[in-house]
C-alpha cells in the first residue's frame, strides 16, 4: 500500500554551495509539506549505517566519506504519491540524464555529489524516516 511519506536528505555539497534554500523552495512548489525537517552532521557511523545497504558495493567507502563531510538537512515530506512524486521532483541520479528542471539537473555536479537523496520506495521513505527522527520530531 503507498503512504504519502517520504525521506529526503539535501546532501553536503548542495548545503555547502548554498543550494538549501532554493531546493526546498522547488519541494514546497511542487505540493510538498515539510512533516519533520533538520540540519546536522553524519558522523562516518551513522552515513555507514544508513547507507550499509550498499556496503558490499564499490562506491560504499567514496559515499560514506562525502555523505559524512558536512552538514546535511534531512526532511520528511508529505504528498499524495509521495516517494514517486518526489523521485520525479529530483531527476536520475546522474544529473547528465536527469531532466531539465529537476533538483539533480540544476543543482548535481555528478553522480556521487548529485544534491539530494530520495527514498526508493515506500518502506525505505519509513525506514529512513525512523532513522533520522523520533515520533516527537514528526509534525
Same mark, same amino acid.
Given at each position: ?22 531546493? #526546498? ?16 552532521? #553524519? ?62 539537473? #540544476? ?33
Amino acid at each position: 500500500m503507498a503512504t504519502n511519506r517520504t525521506f529526503t536528505m539535501i546532501k553536503p555539497d548542495a548545503v555547502k554551495a548554498g543550494h538549501t534554500g532554493a531546493i #526546498l523552495a522547488q519541494i514546497n512548489k511542487a505540493g510538498f509539506r515539510i512533516v519533520a525537517m533538520k540540519k546536522t552532521h #553524519l558522523s562516518a557511523g551513522k552515513a555507514g549505517e544508513f547507507y550499509a545497504v550498499h556496503a558490499e558495493r564499490p562506491f560504499y567507502g567514496e559515499l560514506v566519506e562525502f555523505m559524512s563531510s558536512g552538514p546535511i538537512v534531512a526532511a520528511i515530506l508529505e504528498k499524495d504519491n509521495a516517494v514517486e512524486d518526489f523521485r520525479t521532483l529530483i531527476g536520475a541520479t546522474n544529473p547528465a540524464e536527469a531532466a531539465p528542471g529537476t533538483i539533480r539537473a #540544476l543543482y548535481a555536479t555528478s553522480i556521487g555529489e548529485n544534491a539530494v537523496h530520495g527514498a526508493d520506495s515506500d518502506e525505505n521513505a519509513n525506514i529512513e524516516g525512523n532513522f533520522h527522527f523520533a515520533g516527537t520530531e514528526m509534525f
